[in-house]
């Protein structure tokens, strides 16, 4: 029952990653073309609430959001606390001690 709880806490940690990402990457998008954005808010409320990996690889890939200090400085934090918390995860579920 423990390994079902970790597999499903790096599961949650692996798909708001991907939400993360391709939520910069529309942002992104949408900047380009002049429509309806993304709010900040959001964008850094999926990055705390475990996005913050993919979060961070959008803003480094999509060029997204780097000259604003919040994201600079808040995104590579989470980015850091995840991947720590991932990399936990993954370890003790693989038996490694």
Request: glycine share 10%.
């Amino acid at each position: 029952m423990k390994d079902i709880s970790i597999i499903l806490a790096a599961g949650y940690l692996i798909i708001l990653s991907f939400a993360g990402l391709i939520s910069m990457g529309l942002d992104k998008r949408r900047a380009v073309r002049n429509k309806w954005r993304i709010p900040e808010s959001t964008l850094l409320l999926i990055a705390w609430i475990g996005g913050g990996i993919g979060s961070f690889l959008g803003m480094r890939i999509f060029r997204h959001k780097t000259k604003h200090r919040k994201f600079v400085i808040l995104l590579p934090i989470a980015a850091v606390l995840y991947a720590i918390l991932l990399i936990y995860l993954i370890s003790y579920l693989i038996g490694v001690q």
